[in-house]
């Protein structure tokens, strides 16, 4: 039978079948469209495992973005990249926030990731004059200046009334913290965070003294950007923040395949990840209680001369949601 003999009906469903597939060959054979890229600043911590695992599991890629991942010992060197224009992105602690906020006010906080109530810990020696935190009064005590590691050990001092000035601090990169400064005697205790403060641990052995610290101090994770990065670039921001949203509900849905990947990526042992995992709680959002820690912390920060004297910074003005209400639409307005 001819395409001429052949009923209306099935030359009309031909049509329609050599129109499908004209139509398919056109968008196989239409050029990609670019993937946007953006640079982040990651702190090498476990506190950053939803970047970690939105790059492993391609949610970046699958958003429009190539993410390029710059990692760096802490959120407070992220924090300088990210103001210097090295970055796009950086994670860094409300403590690196408030501190730099005194300095500037040109950067904005889109969400935070992930807080813990026992990230940053107080670590002694056996061989040293620590055993409890009251000890700490006289003491020297290692500290990454501007940041979480400073803000807990004066929220300790305080809640145990020791004053501030009865603590001489000892100003290190995160990276510089070892067990070998308390063995050497240079100072008596240090106030540092993960993964540092596992590996202080391990080295000292039956000589770890880790003062008890849990529940003094929450820290929470933030997604911070310039503000002229979010005028020009918030098709790509929140495309970010979409990704990050699933890389955590990928650590919800197989927590062991989320640890694997942290492992992998950060070189971690498995006893490092059931050190500190059960204290990571991760959700992406922004409420009032960010807002009234760092109000809380700015406060302290006056008060105590840690720096100069000058009026609050507006944390309302600073912390930006608009994206993130787009992502999580429970978001609380500010």
């Known amino acids: 039978m001819s395409y001429r003999s052949m009923p209306l009906p099935a030359l009309a469903l031909i049509s329609l079948s050599l129109l499908a597939v004209v139509v398919a060959l056109a968008l196989l054979n239409r050029p990609a469209l670019p993937l946007q890229r953006l640079t982040i600043a990651v702190a090498t911590s476990p506190l950053s495992a939803p970047v970690y695992i939105a790059a492993q599991q391609g949610y970046f890629r699958n958003q429009g973005l190539a993410v390029e991942l710059i990692e760096v010992p802490g959120g407070n060197l992220s924090f300088d990249l990210m103001v210097a224009g090295q970055a796009d992105l950086a994670t860094s602690s409300e403590s690196v926030v408030m501190f730099r906020s005194f300095e500037r006010q040109d950067f904005r906080v889109l969400a935070s990731f992930v807080s813990s109530d026992n990230d940053v810990k107080l670590l002694a020696s056996a061989d040293g004059p620590i055993r409890h935190l009251r000890d700490l009064a006289g003491a020297r005590v290692a500290v990454i200046d501007d940041s979480s590691s400073e803000y807990f050990l004066h929220n300790v001092a305080l809640m145990h009334g020791i004053d501030h000035n009865e603590i001489e601090t000892l100003p290190l990169q995160a990276d510089e913290m070892s067990a070998a400064l308390l063995e050497q005697n240079r100072v008596q205790a240090l106030s540092t965070w993960e993964p540092f403060g596992y590996e202080i641990v391990k080295a000292l052995g039956e000589k770890a003294v880790v003062l008890p610290g849990k529940g003094l101090y929450s820290l929470n994770f933030n997604l911070v950007t310039r503000e002229d990065t979010l005028q020009v670039r918030a098709d790509a921001l929140l495309a970010f923040l979409k990704a990050l949203d699933q890389g ?29 995992w059960p204290d990571y709680n991760f959700r992406l959002g922004m409420g009032h209680s960010l807002l009234i820690s760092l109000d809380s912390a700015a406060r302290w920060a006056l008060a105590t001369g840690a720096v ?27």
Do not use: K, Y
Request: zero cysteines.
């Open 248 to 276: 955590i509900e990928f650590m919800h849905r197989d927590p062991s395949a989320a640890q694997g990947i942290i492992r992998a990526r950060l070189g971690l042992e498995p006893g490092f990840i059931n050190w500190l």
């Open 308 to 334: 100069a004297p000058q009026p609050p910074p507006d944390f309302r003005r600073l912390l930006d949601s608009r994206l993130l209400q787009q992502v999580v639409p429970e978001t609380e307005g500010l």
